[in-house]
């Protein structure tokens, strides 16, 4: 039962960065999910997911203590 009730908590967002693939539910097919590229995809909110989404800003003291580092794109 915990299995069923927690299918997606605290993995998904880790899967969806890993994979891309952005699950999505419909009421006509309920207990389904079909999968489709997270980049372009609307969240239930309405909210388009981009490309900088899926990785965090690098914080301005590391790129300070290693100038080789570039900022992640998105949060230049």
């Known amino acids: 039962e915990r299995m069923r009730e927690l299918v997606f908590e605290f993995r998904i967002w880790d899967d969806i960065c890993r994979t891309r693939l952005y699950p999505v539910t419909s009421d006509s097919n309920p207990g389904k999910a079909t999968f489709v590229n997270v980049i372009g995809a609307k969240n239930p909110w309405e909210q388009t997911f981009q490309e900088k989404h899926l990785l965090w800003p690098i914080s301005a003291n590391e790129i300070q203590r290693n100038p080789s580092l570039?900022?992640?794109s998105g949060y230049e």
């Open 70 to 72: 570039t900022q992640n």
